[in-house]
């Protein structure tokens, strides 16, 4: 059994998890974000030239040191879906406060994996949780969270599954493999990656 979902979905879907599958998977938490998708444009940096596709917000200095804010950050989705017109669609996590009412398209609510000491010491063990249930685990919160992360961990399952079962599966998997190993090398081998998720660390933590 292969379970792609988020590792608290995984372990909640499990009947009867080991305590490896409970010490695992229960260290690896996800945090839901308030996010909406608008046109308010208040959200992107007011110079040009500082508009990115990612725009993150500092944090409101206000805010108790005790109980880190959520991060958020306003997505420019014309720049990220190359999308051509006079209106600016925007995507912004955590400031629906902030965010004019009548500008707004769209409420959602998404998780992101939670990054904390315990839970990277956690994703070391990928290879040790997998199978010895039968029950095999992917999703991108074995890495960095990214959707080349959920490939990955995709393909390190199914190593473990040929590793555990002696078999070999006939797969097309090296084509999504060399892609994979591609847009890697194009983010600099994943160091852009996990820098950023040491950044985000003192943001993500929950109090
Ligand atoms: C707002 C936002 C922006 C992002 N931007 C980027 C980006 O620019 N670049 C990037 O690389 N990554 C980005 N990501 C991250 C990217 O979306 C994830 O890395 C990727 O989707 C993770 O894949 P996954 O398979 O681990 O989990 P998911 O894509 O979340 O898939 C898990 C699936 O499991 C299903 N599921 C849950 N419970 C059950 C159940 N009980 N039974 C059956 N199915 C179930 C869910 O419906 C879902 O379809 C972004 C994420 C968010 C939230």
């Known amino acids: 059994m292969f379970i792609a979902c988020h590792s608290d979905q995984a372990l909640a879907l499990l009947a009867d998890p080991s305590q490896l599958e409970v010490d695992t998977l229960g260290a690896i938490a996800y ?66 406060a902030d965010i004019d009412p009548a500008k707004v398209l769209r409420r959602l609510r998404y998780a992101h994996p939670l990054y904390t000491p315990a839970g990277l010491a956690a994703q070391q063990l990928h290879g040790e949780v997998n199978g010895r249930q039968r029950t095999y685990f992917c999703g991108a919160y074995w890495r960095y969270g990214f959707h080349e992360d959920a490939i990955a961990s995709a393909l390190a399952a199914l190593d473990h599954f040929e590793t555990r079962t002696s078999t070999k599966v006939p797969r097309r998997w090296h084509q999504v493999a060399e892609q994979t190993a591609a847009v890697n090398q194009a983010l600099g081998d994943q160091m852009d990656h996990a820098s950023l998720a040491l950044q985000l660390t003192p943001h993500l933590q929950q109090p």
């Open 31 to 96: 945090q839901d974000s308030d996010v909406l998708l608008h046109t308010d444009t208040r959200m992107l940096p007011r110079r040009q030239l500082a508009r990115a596709a990612w725009n993150y917000h500092l944090a409101d200095e206000s805010h108790d040191p005790a109980r880190p804010a959520a991060a958020t950050l306003t997505y420019d989705m014309n720049v990220l879906q190359g999308l051509q017109g006079p209106e600016r669609f925007c995507v912004s996590l955590n400031r629906s």
